[in-house]
């Protein structure tokens, strides 16, 4: 046995250790509506105390991975820790027990302040946990001791098999029983109760957009945004699953008539549906993280109104089941732009990953501050009595969507064939809309674009550009005007504090070779 093989044992044990407790942890998560998993809980407190710099950071690199990234960490972050309270054990053996003492008190923490967390019992739940996991360590490092004891080699050798073998199934055990857990998890699913949900007819619709659109066109963006393709960004690790029976809507605040509202109640008042473009402040120039859909709900203006605003109601804050805010200017709400309780989504009930039972949709303010998803409650504050959930973490209080324009046709670094190509897009500014696209070839002249159909203003339009390409390396910008006048600006900014801006650029590759094989007319 060589000198480092009891620290090797040790770190080994400690690894085990750690996966049965995260084992244990998630099974009881599984088992339990009230009691939410560690991981996540552990997770989500690494995204509230996180520095502004690492949260930004962890999106650039991986974009709307960025949550299962934090899963995947978290649990790498635990078994790593666990091996390195393991290594201490051998030295300092009270540290060491000290060390996943204190880590199960983090886990009791986190787990004890979500949202959803009204008892105890996910913090105890963290704590036998933990407990589960030190009696493993205390397990293995005793049958190693055995394996190192003076004896016959024979019985040494089965005493380490012993060990290897108590360590291989503690993690088997631990992975599944955290497999379990989240199998288990899929029971408090509110799938089948979005589906059964039969959504009023609205009392007031928006023209259908679809006459409007560019046809003919490939790989063209549409003008609808499909559901399942609807960009997604929040902070939910987990989404919840928030049943429509028992959820209310609290509206309360700087108001003289404070009120509740059942979702049944909800269903009931008269609704609208209204085509929204909705646009992430997290999108690169160029990005994807936009899109279009048609919302049906109930105007904010009128919850508002039934809520009597006070005269000092400078500030709409919406809160999340999750505890996530927004606040915007309660002059978004009066303005003329689309502002709803929402509770469909193209046609259906609001998608779970979008807010199901309700969210907010503000039409020309990044999502930041206006889009609350799975709405719970909302508060009319002065503008300087709160600041929502992003604020403090260094974006922009007030966060107007700038206005952008993206070139889908041709994809940048694509190599064509000389003679007539179609460059195409979208381009939007909620609220104010769209008037003028204009495209510029290797930075000459601007020149207009080709527009589609009028649509609302709170609606992006598409646009196409006829070019005749010629041989050589090019390079294609877009910009475009909204109808207050306003060409987006060619400087560059990232996404911080308050919305990417410059005109997306791609450049391209026109090949004589291929003109033999383009089709003739």
């Known amino acids: 046995m060589t000198e480092s093989a009891p620290r090797q044992a040790a770190a080994i044990a400690g690894a085990t ?14 088992a339990s509506r009230t009691i939410p998993s560690l991981v996540v809980s552990v997770g989500d407190l690494v995204i509230d105390y996180a520095p502004f710099g690492i949260v930004e950071g962890a999106i650039s690199i991986f974009g709307t991975n960025d949550k299962k990234a934090l899963i995947v960490g978290t649990v790498v972050l635990a078994v790593l820790l666990g091996s390195a309270l393991g290594r201490a054990s051998i030295a300092r053996p009270r540290a060491a027990r000290a060390g996943f003492g204190a880590f199960g008190l983090l886990g009791a923490v986190a787990a004890w302040r979500q949202h959803d967390a009204s008892t105890l019992l996910p913090a105890l739940a963290s704590l036998i946990a933990v407990a589960a996991g030190v009696a493993t360590l205390g397990v293995l490092l005793w049958v190693h001791r055995r394996a190192t004891e003076p004896g016959a080699a024979t019985t040494q050798a089965v005493d380490r098999r012993a060990f290897l073998g108590l360590a291989g199934a503690g993690v088997v055990v631990g992975s599944a029983a955290a497999l379990a857990g989240a199998r ?7 799938e089948g109760a979005r589906q059964a949900v039969r959504l009023p007819s609205p009392v007031r619709a928006d023209a259908d957009v679809a006459p409007a659109a560019i046809t ?30 028992s959820w209310t809507l609290e509206v309360g605040g ?5 009120f509740e509202l059942t979702y049944a109640e909800l269903l009931d008042l008269p609704m609208v549906e209204e085509y929204v473009t909705l646009a992430c402040v997290s999108n690169e120039v160029g990005g994807k993280l936009v899109g279009t859909a048609k919302w ?15 005269r000092d109601a ?7 089941v999750d505890g996530f805010t927004v606040g915007f200017p309660i002059e978004a709400v009066a303005d003329g732009r689309t502002a709803l309780v929402a509770v469909g989504m193209n046609g259906e009930p609001l998608p779970v990953v979008h807010g199901f039972p309700a969210r907010l949709v503000v039409a020309g303010l990044y999502g930041y501050v206006s889009a609350t998803k799975w ?6 504050t002065a503008w300087d009595d709160f600041d929502a959930y992003w ?4 974006w922009a209080k007030e966060a107007p969507v700038k206005t952008q324009s993206r070139i889908d046709v041709p994809r940048g670094g694509r190599t064509l064939a000389p003679g007539l190509v179609t460059i195409a897009g979208v381009a939007w500014a909620p609220h104010r809309g769209i008037t003028r696209v204009e495209v510029s070839i290797n930075g000459d002249d601007w020149q207009h674009a080709e527009l589609s159909g009028e649509t609302p203003a709170d609606v992006w339009r598409q646009w196409r550009f006829a070019w005749d390409a010629t041989a050589g390396d090019h390079t294609i910008a877009v910009r475009a005007t909204d109808a207050d006048g306003r060409a987006q600006t060619a400087e560059r900014s990232p996404p911080p504090p308050d919305g990417a801006t410059g005109h997306h650029t791609i450049r391209v590759r026109v090949d004589a070779a291929l003109a033999a094989s383009r089709p003739r007319d």
Request: hydrophobic share 45%; proline share 8%.
């Open 17 to 30: 250790a750690a996966a049965v407790s995260l084992g244990v942890a998630e099974l009881a998560s599984g």
């Open 184 to 190: 288990w998890r899929r029971r408090f699913r509110v």
């Open 216 to 245: 003919g066109v490939e790989d063209l963006t549409p003008l609808v945004t499909p559901n399942d393709r609807f960009y997604r960004i929040d902070t939910a690790i987990l989404v919840p699953q928030v049943e429509p029976d």
């Open 254 to 258: 700087r108001v003289d008539r404070p």
């Open 296 to 310: 049906l709900g109930v105007p904010l203006a009128e919850i508002l109104d039934r809520a009597g605003l006070r």
């Open 314 to 320: 400078q500030q709409v804050v919406g809160r999340s």
């Open 375 to 380: 709405l719970s409650e909302i508060e009319l």
């Open 391 to 394: 604020i403090p973490r260094g």
